[in-house]
């Protein structure tokens, strides 16, 4: 008994290595891809300094979005409707498979969609990719006769890969490995942390191999005060109320998702609303990243109107474009909209509040609205620290405020 434990522990550790290289090599391509669609349609390189088009012309950016729109619709349109549908992560959990060739064409049909302006996350995409390679690498493993793991450990492979395409896509190995035990699997042992970090940071420096390590949001005064905790009191039950109400709205969106033929019209028409908007107002375009910079770089009190009808037009037609048929993260619009609320807040308080800063006000309403939205605070908190460079400064205000907005979040949701 105690030489086949051995031998499953020798099994789990190398398959943790090796889908740690796989699934840090597909967020590699991944984000490449992504590069290369942003400069075919959009005609520019996204950074974190440039996160939004704004040198693509007006035109440019409704016909990019309109017309990737069209692509997707027709794509998922034929993957729902004359192949063998795909599945999610959690059904892939609890024991289905995840058709190989089906699901690659809907991971970068995600991607796709979001490079030319389609406002979702990108984060789904990379995730679904490491479960796919999950349990591919198992059935691998299995054919060749392999000393078999437990169902257990076959699960929580899955989950570490998938947490493992989150890190190499944004760089974040703590947060893949959070996503992994506290939002997925459900279980923080020693076992499930050792294997889903160890994935998460080789996937981390196999994805970082081109752009190295950068952060994805850039704050200039990443040190944060004592006022913080006074801001954070009256920010964080807010966020808790918008955060219940955008999980509840995904949710109705996710559920109501166009899966049929009406999709070859609905998405269409949710890519032209998004174009309209941002033929006006680029920072709409996307998974969010430029909402949620140009709330941290915002320093007036002009910008007051600006964000909060940039963050309510980002809600309704990430939901909308969802409901249509689209799919996509929503961890990254969750930021977006709590980034552009922290902002108006600190915008408003700073008046009152000596010293109030307003991008760390707009990374507090990120991870605080993060937290609420998915029910997972570590992952929210950790994210936030991760892909902004944050200093241990950080911890305090931003887990007091989760801990606040979390709590108000579950009980709005359990009502």
């Known amino acids: 008994m105690a030489f086949n434990q051995y031998k499953e522990n020798i099994v789990l550790a190398v398959s943790t290595v090796v889908l740690g290289v796989i699934v840090g090599l597909s967020s590699l391509l991944l984000s490449l891809f992504l590069e290369v669609i942003e400069h075919f349609f959009l005609h520019y390189e996204e950074t974190a300094k440039f996160p939004a088009p704004v040198g693509a012309t007006p035109i440019d950016r409704l016909l990019s979005v309109a017309v990737g729109g069209v692509i997707a619709a027709v794509i998922w349109w034929f993957l729902r409707t004359k192949t063998t549908p795909t599945i999610s992560i959690k059904r892939a959990l609890a024991g289905e498979r995840m058709p190989f060739w089906q699901t690659v ?4 049909t ?11 996350g990108r984060e789904l995409a990379p995730r679904e990719a490491g479960a796919l390679l999950a349990q591919k690498w198992e059935d691998l493993c299995d054919r060749y006769h392999v000393p078999k793991l437990t169902a257990e450990d076959k699960r929580l492979l899955i989950t570490a ?25 459900k279980k923080l042992t020693l076992r499930t942390v050792g294997v ?20 994805y949001y850039i704050l200039t ?8 905790f006074v801001f954070v009191l009256i920010l964080a039950p807010l966020s808790g109320l918008a955060g219940s109400w955008f999980r509840k709205f995904f ?3 996710e559920k109501h998702q166009t899966k049929d033929n009406h999709i070859l019209w609905q998405l269409p028409v949710a890519a032209i609303l998004t174009g309209i908007v941002a033929y006006f107002f680029p920072e709409i375009m996307g998974n969010g990243r430029s909402l949620a910079q140009l709330a941290i770089n915002s320093h007036q009190l002009t910008m007051l109107v600006i ?3 940039g963050a309510l037009l980002k809600v309704v037609v990430t939901v909308l474009t969802i409901r249509a048929g689209a799919s996509g993260g929503t961890l990254t619009p969750s930021i977006a909209v709590g980034g552009a609320l922290g902002a108006v807040l ?18 507090l309403g990120a991870g605080t609205l993060l937290a609420a939205s998915q029910q997972a605070p570590f992952m929210a908190m950790f994210m936030l620290i991760e892909i902004c460079h944050l200093e241990s400064s950080a911890l305090l205000p931003m887990g007091f405020g989760i801990l606040i907005a979390t709590a108000v979040s579950k009980k709005i949701l359990s009502d």
């Open 196 to 215: 889903s970090l160890t994935m998460s940071i080789i996937a981390m420096f196999v994805g970082s191999l081109v752009k190295g390590f950068k952060p």
């Open 251 to 253: 949710q109705w969106a």
């Open 105 to 108: 064409v809907h991971v970068v």
């Open 161 to 185: 890969a998938a947490g493992a395409g989150f890190a190499g896509i944004y760089i974040a190995p703590i947060t893949g490995m959070f996503f992994s035990v506290e939002v997925l699997f």
């Open 346 to 363: 600190s915008l408003i308080l700073a008046i009152w509040i000596p010293g109030m800063s307003i991008g760390q006000g707009a990374i």
């Open 110 to 120: 995600q991607i796709f969609y979001v490079g030319t302006g389609g406002s979702v």
């Open 221 to 228: 005064d990443v040190k944060f005060s004592l006022v913080s």
């Open 307 to 309: 964000l909060v009808v």
